[in-house]
């Protein structure tokens, strides 16, 4: 596989970049939107489709976030089961998840035909299918639920996969697309009439008031609103007790016999998904899942082997031409928040999608766009980030925050495994004690050592190294960093500050 190919999803390899310029100064805007991936880039569209001047401010490239890591499957099939979703937020609740997620998908849909964007928007069926006997009694209460919330769902015992299952939740009208395409089509729009497109202007403090000021390296944003859509919000503690980084993993082969075009997800825990596209008329399959804790495996690579062996006993292929992966961000009790943060006046907040981010993205777009233009949003109430937690939660609210709490003091007790500068292998990252201090260092292809604290910026938790990804992630609130500390990812703004190295 060559370099290019490997760890870029298919979408940045076949879709190439956009080059919009660096904030040049101070400016004043209506509405200012940090992040550029699908819930800042949806945001943006729509409130200046409604008369509004926006800013967005991309610290990287925009979709070089998690929507540039997407599997694009736009679906009404949410992480968080049907079942739990009647039990936790009742039969008005679950309702309300399942059709805004259909608004959602129609919401794509409408812009793509008003718009005219070529992204192979198709409609296909969706397969929920169950390998075990076990799997397919709990599948046969979720085809229930499925209906009862108004899913147009069905059971059915033939599916159209190259493997024998026992049978399928099928739900009608879901829907792909190249999402790279889609969002390019979208940022094109927003620049022009007062509103603006920046990139590579990191955001590093936000102040809310009247207006509103959004601090970044290279001048200060003033609005009457801020959009935090940066996968988790900036520094704002309470919601972060609610959201747990995982990493997620996704391989894409041209197809070597048919595959009928769908979206298609097995009954484990953690789950496979899969779906076909057809890119520059190659048809794929996309096989996604391998999912962990952030930090909690330090052998990453070993993720796309298992993935990989699962792609190929499964589907007609004869290599694996991609290789990408990411974070998704699981809420506490299941579903996102998306609204006006809580304590704030006029910064919101979009964050907590899980796997589904591409349907809630667009959904954040919808509801934040209306909240800001003062209108009615029937889904506002049931995503607001200050609602009371119902009384189950879909993640285990106490465990998922001692796991932080254990992070935080275990990972600074821990002693490192006593290996020495000399042990590390070029492309390698570790901690180490040098100097009766732990460091994190890393060393390039050409043999260079660059050592950086490794206390993570946001709230002080210690990074882990991520061998596919060669970055430093944080297993307490999804923060990640380059090898050499630049921030990948927040809720962390600032680097990790680099440390001398003795020289030998
Ligand atoms: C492998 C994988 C498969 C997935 N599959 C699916 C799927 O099939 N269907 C689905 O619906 N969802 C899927 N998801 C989830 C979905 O892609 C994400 O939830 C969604 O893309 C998140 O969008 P976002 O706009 O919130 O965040 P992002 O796309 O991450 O955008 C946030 C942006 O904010 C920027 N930013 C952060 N901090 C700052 C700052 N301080 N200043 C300025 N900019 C900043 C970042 O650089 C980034 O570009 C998948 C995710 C992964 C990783
Ligand atoms: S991301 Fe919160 S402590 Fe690192």
């Known amino acids: ?69 997407t599997t694009a499957h736009l679906t009404e099939l949410l992480d968080t089961p049907y079942t739990a979703l009647l039990k936790d937020f009742g039969d008005k609740g679950a309702h309300l998840a399942a059709s805004s997620s259909r608004a959602a998908i129609e919401q794509i849909a409408s812009t793509v035909e008003t718009l005219s964007i070529d992204c192979g928007f198709t409609r296909v069926p969706a397969f929920k299918f169950a390998e075990t006997e076990a799997e397919l009694r709990d599948l046969l209460h979720e085809v229930a639920a499925a209906r009862r919330v108004g899913l147009l769902a069905s059971f059915n015992r033939s599916v159209p996969l190259p493997f024998p299952v026992k049978g399928a939740l099928r739900v009608e009208d879901q829907a792909l697309l190249h999402p790279r395409a889609y969002l390019l089509a979208l940022a094109d729009r927003v620049p022009g009439d007062g509103s603006h497109l920046f990139e590579q202007s990191k955001v590093v403090d936000i102040h809310d008031g009247t207006p509103c000021r959004v601090v970044t390296e290279h001048g200060t944003v003033t609005a009457r609103a801020v959009v935090e859509a940066t996968t988790t919000p900036l520094n704002r503690v309470a919601l972060h007790t ?96 998306i609204g006006r943060n809580v304590g704030s006046r006029h910064v919101y907040v979009a964050t907590g999608f899980s796997g589904t981010g591409m349907t809630f993205g667009t959904l954040a777009g ?112 999804g923060g990640r960093f380059s090898p050499t500390g630049r921030v990948l990812n927040g809720p962390a703004v600032s680097d990790l500050p680099s440390r001398k190295l003795p020289v030998k």
């Open 1 to 69: 596989m060559n370099d290019e190919r490997l760890h870029k999803s298919l979408w940045t390899v076949t879709a190439p970049p956009r080059n919009f310029p660096v904030l040049p100064g101070d400016l004043d805007v209506d509405v200012a939107i940090i992040g550029g991936g699908v819930a800042g880039l949806t945001t943006a569209w729509l409130l200046k489709r409604a008369g509004k001047k926006v800013a967005v401010l991309e610290m990287h490239r925009i979709l070089s976030g998690q929507t540039g890591q």
């Open 242 to 337: 609610r959201l747990y980084p995982y990493r997620t993993y996704a391989v894409a082969a041209p197809l070597d016999g048919p595959l009928e075009p769908g979206q298609y997800f097995d009954s484990r825990d953690p789950y496979h998904y899969i779906r076909t596209q057809r890119v520059d008329g190659v048809p794929y399959v996309i096989v996604g899942g391998e999912d962990h804790k952030v930090g909690a495996h330090e052998d990453t690579a070993a993720r796309f082997a298992t993935l990989e062996a699962y792609a190929r006993a499964r589907f007609p292929l004869k290599r694996v031409t991609h290789r990408w992966s990411g974070q998704v961000i699981e809420p506490a009790d299941g579903l996102p928040s």
């Open 366 to 477: 919808m509801v934040l766009s209306d909240l800001i233009l003062g209108q009615e949003n029937p889904y506002a109430a049931l995503y607001a980030p200050g609602r009371l937690k119902p009384r189950a939660g879909a993640k285990d609210f106490i465990q998922e925050n001692a796991d932080v709490a254990f992070r935080f003091v275990a990972d600074r007790l821990s002693k490192p495994d006593g290996r020495h500068l000399k042990d590390l292998a070029p492309g390698e990252g570790r901690i180490l004690e040098v100097d009766g201090r732990k460091v994190a260092v890393y060393r390039d292809d050409e043999g260079t050592a660059h050592a950086v604290s490794p206390v993570c910026t946001h709230l002080g938790c210690h990074v882990h190294w991520n061998n596919a990804e060669r970055s430093w992630d944080c297993p307490c609130h």
